[in-house]
């Protein structure tokens, strides 16, 4: 059974699960299921659950924490709330996330933790390929700041619409499930880096018309940034090239769905956001990648949107100058 078709099969069961028992029946098929999903030493199945309410509780946590002998990361809280939950975050409350860190302050370590909570490792490492460049040391127009570094793909200022549309059915060139989340706005609305990384992948292609890939600096999280504009759909961008945390990478489109370049085959405008988890080389391209929902992430990264400014080019630039501890040289 293939990464994609799993995805499919467990977020039915959620979705059916209405009741407290079939919750939590539910939870048990998954855990149950994530021993043989980490055979050959790396991780192959995620589903990223992680409500925005999690995150923001999570991260208020780190913060308020940050730079005392009881730091706590966030990525810690989200992986026991994982474990407590099973994955499934329908029924999340800020009580569980006070309780944890309660555990913590009363004697108990993340280390005991952990070997008291089963899947704590496995939500660890999935949630921390999913979130971990999102959070530490960082400047901000020449001052340094600890917190929330990722961003928004959509710059501040621009409105968009979006729900809910990761798996729906798509069916251009072949029947497929849709492995990203649409962003709806007007054509020219600045795309924002949300993480700091590299040019991977830049150009045409078929599906997502003009696009870029930009890969994490530690090779887990491939962003893929889909239908920009005709015509004039990036920044000064190469591949191999290296962006910051909310540069502006490009421009709202509705490109697409042809095999002829810069062709508009798109009905409405919109980004297609997509986030990929890479736990192995092999993972990139294939079966076996996996692509995660980013609809609570993007509704979480809405508290961090960068403002733009038009230069004389016609070109947009970041109103603040980000620079991030970690960046390579």
């Given at each position: ?5 799993r ?6 069961v ?53 730079g ?90 621009y ?8 798996g ?18 007007q ?7 949300v ?74 405008p ?52 980000i ?7």
């Amino acid at each position: 059974m293939n990464g994609k078709i799993r995805r499919k099969i467990v977020s039915g069961v959620i979705t059916a699960a209405l009741t407290l028992t079939a919750i939590a029946a539910a939870s048990l098929v998954k855990t149950a299921e994530l021993d043989s999903l980490r055979t050959g030493g790396y991780i192959k199945w995620v589903d990223f659950g992680v409500t925005a309410a999690a995150m923001s509780d999570a991260l208020a946590v780190d913060i308020s924490t940050y730079g005392t002998e009881n730091h706590i990361s966030w990525l810690d809280i989200l992986a026991y709330l994982g474990a407590k939950y099973g994955g499934n975050f329908s029924h999340y409350r800020k009580s569980d996330t006070d309780k944890f860190v309660k555990l913590l302050g009363s004697g108990e370590s993340t280390d005991s933790l952990s070997v008291k909570m089963k899947y704590f490792s496995y939500y660890r490492e999935a949630y921390g390929a999913a979130l971990c460049g999102f959070v530490g040391d960082f400047y901000r127009d020449g001052e340094k700041l600890y917190g929330l570094r990722a961003f928004s793909p959509i710059a501040d200022g621009y409105y968009y619409q979006h729900y809910d549309d990761f798996g729906a059915a798509r069916s251009f060139g072949y029947r497929r499930e849709h492995l990203g989340h649409d962003m709806m706005g007007q054509i020219g609305t600045p795309i924002i880096a949300v993480e700091s990384g590299y040019v991977e992948a830049i150009g045409w292609n078929r599906y997502g018309g003009w696009r870029i890939g930009i890969r994490s600096f530690d090779n887990k999280r491939y962003y893929y940034y889909a239908h920009l504009r005709k015509d004039h759909p990036y920044a000064d961008l190469s591949e191999g090239d290296i962006v910051t945390a909310g540069d502006v990478i490009g421009y709202l489109g509705m490109t697409g769905y042809s095999d002829k370049e810069n062709v508009n085959n798109i009905n409405i405008p919109h980004l297609h956001f997509g986030l990929q988890l890479i736990f192995d080389a092999s993972q990139k391209d294939g079966n076996g990648e996996i692509w995660i929902d980013v609809y609570e992430l993007t509704k979480f990264l809405y508290r961090n949107r960068m403002a733009v400014t038009k230069c004389d080019n016609g070109e947009y630039r970041p109103k603040s100058q980000i620079v991030i501890y970690d960046m390579p040289d």
